[in-house]
Nanobody, 126 residues
């Protein structure tokens, strides 16, 4: 059974940075597409970024392109989301998720993902 644990959230001022971690157990992260999603109060959960298995190609929502970077460390079985130049509108609970189908390209579509972490709160405020 795959389990995901996010960490690294917190309170940061506008323009600041945070790095979120998603530690996986039970399966090797490099075999599966992995995504980061976020959900702000009163809004639907939206895709932020994902990384494909195999070639490791990455995708970003337009709202975070150029500011966020997704990466993975196979030795630690962990996926990261480096978030720079944070804005108040980035405030949300951030979730990592794994697509259970191996060796395919990731997409930023919530129904594609089968396993979810518990989420970590990110608050951007002065």
């Amino acid at each position: 059974q795959l389990q995901l644990v996010e960490s690294g959230g917190g309170l940061v001022q506008p323009g600041g940075s945070l790095r979120l971690s998603c530690a996986a157990s039970g399966r090797a992260v490099n075999y599966y597409p992995i995504g980061w999603f976020r959900q702000a109060p009163g809004k639907e959960r939206e895709g932020v970024s994902c990384i494909s298995s195999g070639d490791g190609s990455t995708y970003y929502a337009d709202s975070v392109k150029g500011r966020f970077t997704i990466s993975r460390d196979t030795t630690k079985n962990t996926v990261y989301l480096q978030m720079n130049s944070l804005k108040p509108e980035d405030t949300a609970v951030y979730y990592c998720a794994v697509d259970a189908i191996m060796f395919r390209q990731c997409v930023l579509s919530r129904p594609n993902y089968d396993y979810w972490g518990q989420g970590t709160q990110v608050t951007v405020s002065s």
